[in-house]
């Protein structure tokens, strides 16, 4: 599963990016790598860009961008938005 396929109010862990080069270093900079968990916590009406949380901080990631990272569910965790 991908980060662009993840519903609002759930959290999963990072288990690897698929992306090359200077689109891969983007992401590992934006505290994205194998093991850190995102929620994602809204998606824009037209489902571009989404807005998650990772490592305590909020960022806007691209549906693009979001493809890239693949994902696996995190048992326990996933909160009703409102």
């Known amino acids: 599963m991908t980060l662009k396929e993840v519903a609002c109010g759930t959290t999963v ?3 690897r990016l698929t ?3 200077p689109v ?10 194998k093991g ?3 929620f994602v916590r809204k998606v824009a009406p037209l489902g571009d860009p ?3 949380t990772v490592r305590g901080y909020e960022l806007s990631l691209r549906k693009a961008d979001a493809e ?3 994902v696996e569910m995190v ?5 009703e938005v409102k």
């Open 75 to 79: 048992e326990g965790k996933m909160v």
């Open 50 to 52: 989404a807005e998650i």
């Open 68 to 70: 890239m990272i693949e």
């Open 36 to 38: 850190a968990e995102i």
């Open 13 to 15: 862990r990072v288990k």
């Open 24 to 33: 891969k270093r983007r992401i590992m900079d934006m505290g994205i790598t």
């Open 19 to 21: 992306g090359e080069g």
